[in-house]
């Protein structure tokens, strides 16, 4: 269906007006806030009113303001001529917003007190809270949605409808997560350039540290320090897989059916592939955008170092530099007694050429050779064989490569033991040795006699994230 069918001819004429949109949008936004302690959407005429006629006061508006009004039918021309106070405006403003052609609003007459009330269209509700969040985004709280979902599937038992209240709750979160996490992951660049726009250079590395784990952003740093989804994840992953149960997924078909009113395989078909999104999201989807996320703050954030180097260099007292600098020049000069020329032994004095700027940072002072006073002598130490020997077996030990490719096929032989397939949740991963030698291992793996397959999702450990892969033998 098009929307075009759904709202009136002018819907968008008053934010098109190039003079005056910013007007009709903070009037359309007062009278949606003039709402916000009312039981509905219906308020006095007189007091939506007053309320637009404080706000063109108080921001100066020409009350011979030039309103296009398209219910002419309803307009006095005399009116318009006579308009020559603030509330006269307001009257006009309400008058075109609530007219046929716009139909943000709707004015009413009340049969118990014969005056007019003011009521939000649903489209006038709907495009007042978009401009609110054009304006001002709202934050998502990604962990609310873990948490939603863990608790949702740990209390089955409790609720009635086990699809409205269960599969369809826990899809929703799970694309809210999602959908969020996928806008962070787009526009992640535009708040990084928001953060390094900072005044000072202090201010800039106080708190540097934090950007680079990606403490800035709120919302993610609470997701990512809890490790929730991991904490939950096989719980929440065994639950959604109990809903495949014969049973259960029977009540939830009917419960599908009843609420989508739908068919029977269609509903089966809804449920299976709730479930499935479901499931791919948090099993796998999850760690490929999070591993997207650190990977873009990691990149986005160097130039915050490169900003920091300009902001240290931009405050510098570029004369005063100057001045200690040849006069360090000087110092030197005169204690060596140099009037012509600069010998070998000072051309390592500046660097200017590697820092591209003059101050204090730049500057070395040149090593002075020093006299040998006197002689030192040792005695002669004789070595046997057996020294030679043992000081050549330590050398060969601390040689050693122990991820050698021989030692990796017999580490891969001691894993698998007598099974066909191992992957790897049956490496041991305790520690950075350990994570090393499975790495390695699948480095040699075709070489050693095994065929490695790479799978689906990540496991973490040790701060990193490692894609999944299975071996066999050949």
């Known amino acids: 269906m098009n929307i075009f069918n759904l709202i009136p001819i002018g819907f968008f004429n008053p934010l098109a007006s190039g003079s005056n949109n910013r007007i009709y949008a903070d009037c359309l936004q007062l009278i949606y806030d003039e709402y916000d302690r009312e039981i509905t959407f219906r308020m006095e005429r007189d007091r939506i009113r007053d309320a637009i006629a404080i706000y063109l006061m108080d921001n100066h508006i020409d009350v011979d303001l030039d309103i296009d009004d398209y219910s002419l039918e309803q307009t006095v021309t005399d009116e318009k001529a006579a308009s020559s106070s603030y509330s006269d405006l307001a009257s006009q403003i309400i008058r075109k917003l609530a007219s046929d052609e716009v139909g943000w609003l709707e004015e009413e007459i009340d049969d118990a007190t014969f005056g007019r009330n003011i009521i939000m269209t649903e489209q006038g509700i709907m495009l007042a809270e978009l401009l609110a969040r054009l304006e001002k985004p709202e934050t998502a709280e990604f962990s609310s949605y873990i948490y939603n979902i863990y608790n949702t599937l740990s209390n089955i038992e409790q609720y009635d409808d086990i699809y409205v209240d269960v599969l369809k709750n826990v899809y929703k979160n799970a694309k809210g997560l999602s959908k969020d996490l996928k806008t962070l992951a787009t526009f992640i660049k535009k708040i990084i350039e928001r953060m390094i726009h900072e005044e000072t250079f202090e201010s800039l590395t106080e708190n540097l540290l934090d950007y680079f784990n990606g403490d800035f952003i709120k919302e993610y740093s609470r997701l990512t320090k809890r490790q929730n989804i991991r904490t939950y994840r096989r719980v929440i992953l065994q639950r959604l897989n109990d809903l495949r ?83 360090i020049l000087g110092d030197e000069m005169k204690e060596l007694d140099i009037h012509d020329s600069i010998p070998d032994e000072m051309k390592s004095l500046f660097t200017f050429d590697d820092n591209q700027f003059i101050d204090l940072s730049s500057i070395s002072y040149p090593r002075r050779s020093q006299i040998i006073r006197e002689n030192s002598t040792q005695d002669l130490v004789e070595i046997d064989e057996e020294d030679i020997e043992r000081t050549r077996s330590e050398f060969e030990k601390e040689l050693e490569d122990i991820y050698a490719k021989d030692k990796m096929s017999e580490y891969l032989n001691s894993i698998i033991g007598e099974r066909l397939k191992i992957d790897t949740r049956d490496f041991p991963l305790e520690n950075k040795v350990q994570l090393l030698k499975m790495l390695s291992s699948a480095v040699y793996a075709e070489e050693s006699g095994y065929i490695i397959e790479v799978e689906d999702g990540y496991i973490e450990t040790d701060q990193m994230l490692i894609r999944k892969f299975s071996m066999k033998r050949k």
């Open 245 to 327: 149960i014969e049973v259960t997924k029977e009540n939830l078909v009917i419960c599908c059916k009843k609420e989508e009113k739908i068919s029977d395989d269609k509903a089966e078909e809804c449920v299976e592939d709730m479930i499935n999104n479901t499931v791919r999201f948090l099993d796998g989807d999850y760690d490929r955008i999070m591993s997207n996320i650190k990977h873009k703050i990691n990149v986005y954030l160097q130039v915050a170092v490169g900003r920091a180097r300009f902001i240290r260099n931009k405050e510098k007292n570029i004369r005063g530099d100057i001045e200690k600098t040849l006069k």
